[in-house]
């Protein structure tokens, strides 16, 4: 076939670009490179005084409060380690509700009367920072005239220098906060949540016996995948360029269908990328683990060590802004969103998550025997009532408008919100739930593949569920639902707050019947047995994806909030209020901010897509149809002309798609023309459900146009061009 001009200057871009990657040199001690660029406890325990270092190691392992009074002596290590390395400029990162990362750059240099310049960076300019708040999302929290904001130091989350060809910086991780003190970011509700669920935590484990009771933390391992798209592609693709996604694109001959790129070969351009991320990540102590592709071509995933949840979501923040940075430099653009095609499956973020703390290790590991783990069974409880209370709010955690293009389409969990025990932890719960406790497990077995020369593998006591949302993997939950594009604070917040709860009504629950007389070991079988029952209908082993699962989830009183629009007004609930207030987590005003915030932004994103939707199409497809629609009726003139019978086919399909086209578009920017009458969440309701179907239909009439039009006259790369990588 014959490419349009457009697209073949594309192509020729990347087979020029097709040159061996200079990969880091793997001799190089891994060691030695993780974390160089980090000022973290080994480099701080080299240039601190002894009682500084301790103060600093007591804050970050056991949230202790830092005297402010050492600040002045941290900074003045801070700076000389970085400008060793070649830094001039220092930055208060932070983490605002655009789901982004914010940061200004300041000089350490300082003028001073002489007419020269000093080196400084103060222990007060290293603790707190001044950016406009107004100019972020705020849900009316920050009027335009009220602008002050500040970003805080977090000191459990260390500083990093981020290195450039133009300059490298010291980036210091921040909290943002309005000067009425509401957060108007990420970061802070989930380090208040975490510390609501440690006091909690540490109740339930000081009932169990235990005296040496460390701070008890939240663990994140975040699982990102992503699309790789050749730049050239997308350059000439104002969908993606704009909105990240692509709103036109017929099926392409060949999709996913044949299972050949999960876990496929990993082509040798996207293995160079990789090679680089990992090095750029190693130095910022990011512990990037697996790399694979993933089902959709052009689809990969990396998958990085737990570690602290306020630091995994830091991290995750740095890993995507990385990824998309040196991407370019290999030709590519890194594509976080959640559907950036149609037909294939889309990006998720599945959050893995445990808990534990230093002295009594991970709480949700099960060991050998969980019937006789009874600390472990009392946790995993909590669990199974926190999600089953507050499923609305774990849905509301994860809702964008891109995510709604994914949840529930046999490629993610559906929007119902349920656990996945497993056959092991299943049956141990029915035993409880039908009263004398838990006498036995179900035990790993060995399995024999049947040949000699080959070892015996683990056959582990139960299957895993790829369908269930929220599902137990041996000794973590994984929260599967979340998209790629989303921080990881989010739902952590989220998740840390409800266990908060949960294991606040465990630990009263227990001092309770302890206190009554009851046996402590009775009254922890009473209290399971209690959960199971109240909450039990959370559990659904089964297949998620299936339309007999809707009709049964419905009627054991699961919400089934399928779109974002149906999720805001979670924030807004009794039950929601009662529990963010409660543990001082979000106070009513921002609980208020995040449902404004929300609906802004799903309004702001559908309201983009449907004026890109429209160009788009006016200016790029519709006259490449009318083009071709005139080449064939010329065609037909000339043979009849020339006294040849005409085949007026082709002409009358064509013909009838560019009236379908141009009857879209009419609808379309009908539909926008109402979009802005109403406010708020009827705004919102408004474009889910006249704007996007209008979009959806102009969507149809195109890309069965594309499917006909000539090559040559089709300016946009296709499917089939940009999925596969060349």
């Known amino acids: ?85 070649g830094v001039t400029h220092y930055a208060h990162v932070f983490y605002p509700l655009t789901g982004l990362t914010a940061e200004k750059h300041d000089s350490f240099m300082e003028p001073v009367g002489d ?90 484990l000081g009932l169990f016996g235990h005296k040496d009771i460390d701070n008890v933390v939240s663990f994140c391992g975040p699982e990102q995948e992503y699309f790789l798209v050749d730049t050239s592609f997308v350059n000439s ?16 001959p060949k999709g996913q269908e044949f299972d050949d790129h999960y876990f496929g070969a990993i082509p040798e351009r996207v293995l160079g990328f990789m090679h680089d991320t990992e090095r750029a990540l190693f130095k910022l102590g990011v512990p990037a683990k697996t790399r694979h592709n993933e089902v959709a071509p052009g689809q990969f995933e990396i998958a990085p060590v737990f570690e602290r949840a306020n630091l995994a979501s830091d991290h995750q923040q740095l890993l995507m802004s990385t990824f998309r940075s040196i991407a370019k430099q290999h030709g590519f653009e890194c594509l976080f969103h959640e559907k950036p095609f149609a037909g294939v499956n889309g990006s998720g973020k599945h959050v ?35 999600v089953h209370l507050y499923g609305g709010l774990l849905r509301l955690s994860i809702a964008s408008a891109g995510n709604d293009h994914r949840l529930g389409a046999n490629e993610a969990p559906p929007a119902i919100i349920s656990i996945f025990l497993g056959d092991q932890l299943a049956d141990v719960f029915d035993q409880i739930a039908k009263g ?48 790629s594009n989303q921080t990881v604070a989010a739902p952590m917040t989220v998740i840390n707050t409800i266990m908060a709860e949960a294991l606040d009504f465990c630990a009263t629950e227990l001092e309770t019947a302890v206190a009554a007389g009851t046996e402590f070991n009775d009254a922890v079988q009473a209290l399971l047995k209690k959960i199971i029952e109240d909450h039990g209908a959370v559990v659904f082993n089964g297949n998620g994806y299936s339309e007999e699962w809707h009709a049964e989830a419905e009627q054991r009183g699961l919400k089934n909030l399928r ?23 979000l106070n009513e005003a921002e609980l208020e901010s995040r449902f404004e915030v929300g609906v802004e932004q799903y309004v702001m994103v559908v309201n983009v897509e449907a004026n890109l939707t429209e160009e788009i199409a006016k200016t790029t497809i519709l006259p490449a149809a009318v083009r071709y629609q005139t080449e064939l009726a010329g065609n037909v003139a000339a043979l009849k002309a020339a006294g040849v019978d005409a085949d007026t086919t082709d002409l ?26 109403s406010e708020g969440l009827e705004e919102a309701t408004y474009h889910r459900d006249v704007i996007l179907p209008a979009m959806l239909k102009v969507r149809e009439a195109a890309d069965a146009l594309e499917a006909v039009v000539a090559d040559d006259l089709w300016s946009l790369p296709t499917y089939q061009e940009m999925l596969f990588i060349r």
């Not at 099960?366 to 009392?378: E, K, R, T």
């Not at 299957?463 to 929260?479: K, L, Q, Y």
């Not at 009419?666 to 802005?676: N, V």
Request: proline residues 6%.
């Open 652 to 677: 009358l399909a064509v013909s009838e798609l560019v009236s379908a086209l141009r009857v879209g578009l009419t609808e379309l920017t009908s539909a926008q023309a109402g979009a802005h009458a």
């Open 1 to 85: 076939m014959t490419a349009n001009p457009t697209r073949l200057g594309a192509i020729r871009e990347i087979e020029a670009n097709e040159t061996p990657t200079a990969f880091f040199d793997v001799a190089e001690e891994t060691g030695a490179v993780f974390g160089e660029n980090v000022f973290g406890l080994s480099v701080m325990q080299k240039r601190l005084p002894k009682s500084v270092y301790r103060a600093v190691f007591a804050t970050i392992q056991n949230g202790d409060r830092l005297d402010p009074a050492l600040a002045d002596i941290i900074a003045k290590a801070m700076k000389d380690w970085a400008m060793e390395k």
């Open 115 to 204: 007419g020269t310049a000093v080196w400084e960076f103060s222990g007060k300019t290293l603790v707190q920072g001044e950016p406009d708040a107004s100019s972020f999302p705020n849900g009316g929290i920050r009027a335009t005239f009220e602008a002050r904001g500040y970003t805080g130091w977090d000191v459990q989350s260390p500083a990093y220098i981020l290195e450039n060809p133009n300059g490298n910086t010291l980036c210091i991780p921040t909290i943002f906060v309005s000067m009425t003190g509401e957060a108007l970011d990420h970061k802070t509700p989930l380090l208040r949540a975490e510390a609501a669920m440690s006091a909690q935590a540490e109740r339930v």
């Open 563 to 585: 779109t974002t629009v149906d999720s805001l007004p979670e924030w807004l609930t009794a039950e929601t209020r009662a529990l963010f207030t409660k543990y001082s987590v």
């Open 237 to 252: 693709r104002p969908d993606l360029l704009n909105a990240d996604r692509t709103l036109f694109g017929a099926k392409p």
């Open 436 to 483: 004398g406790g838990a006498t036995s497990s179900k035990q790993k077995g060995v399995l024999s593949v049947g040949v000699d020369a080959l070892p015996d593998l683990t056959k582990d006591p139960g299957d895993r569920n790829r369908t269930s949302p929220f599902a137990f993997t041996g000794n973590r939950f994984e929260f599967r639902a979340a998209g």
């Open 352 to 386: 893995n998550f445990s808990f534990g703390n230093g002295n009594q290790g991970n709480f949700l590991s099960p060991g050998d025997n969980p019937h006789d783990n009874a600390q472990f069974l009392v946790f995993c409880a909590a669990i199974i009532r926190a």
